[in-house]
């Protein structure tokens, strides 16, 4: 089993930080080999960035994600970039409200979640990619839901926790509510 994710957006959304969460999950919690990769443009705010994560297995001999499996995707930029490299029969998870020009594409599942709408919702909107964590938890199964939780914990400020888990929870559900119909 080898899976390719792709987390895509603009600097400041937690990008990064998600797939470091991620994998975090899935090498350190849930006892499967794992590599993240970033990249970023020279702008620390605003800027494209992606963060890539290989799970598989077996040990990763190439870390770079070629063709994803899935593309969790936050921004216009970043949906017109990189939406129709995802693998035949990939997943696609986007916010709406982030992406309101979307492409036709064929053999691809989207999901679309309103992380940013949510997060606001729970007072805090930069917890936007914790509300997509668990929508990509629970639409993919990729990773575990105990792991995943355990990698934020771990990852986000102190004092922050509780909010995280909330912003992860309803995220989960919504995601789940999606993946069923």
Not at 42 to 64: L, Q, T
Not at 126 to 150: S, Y
């Amino acid at each position: 089993m080898r899976v390719e994710i792709r987390f895509a957006g603009f600097g400041g959304q937690g990008i990064i930080k998600s797939g470091i969460m991620t994998a975090m999950a899935a090498c350190i919690y849930s006892g499967k080999h794992a590599v993240q990769t970033q990249s970023y443009g020279p702008e620390s705010r605003g800027g494209a960035c992606k963060s890539e994560v290989v799970i598989s297995d077996d040990e990763i001999d190439f870390p770079k994600v070629t063709e994803p499996d899935v593309l969790v995707v936050m921004s216009q930029h970043a949906y017109n970039e990189y939406a129709e490299n995802v693998k035949k029969g990939g997943i696609i998870i986007l916010d709406p409200d982030m992406i309101p020009n979307e492409k036709k594409l064929e053999k691809v599942k989207v999901f679309r979640v309103p992380a940013t709408k949510m997060a606001e919702e729970l007072g805090r909107r930069i917890v936007a990619n914790v509300v997509m964590l668990g929508a990509f938890t629970a639409i993919t199964k990729i990773v575990d839901k105990k792991a995943l939780k355990e990698a934020i914990k771990a990852n986000v400020p102190k004092g922050t926790e509780k909010l995280n888990s909330a912003a992860f929870e309803r995220g989960y559900e919504y995601g789940g509510k999606i993946a069923e119909s």
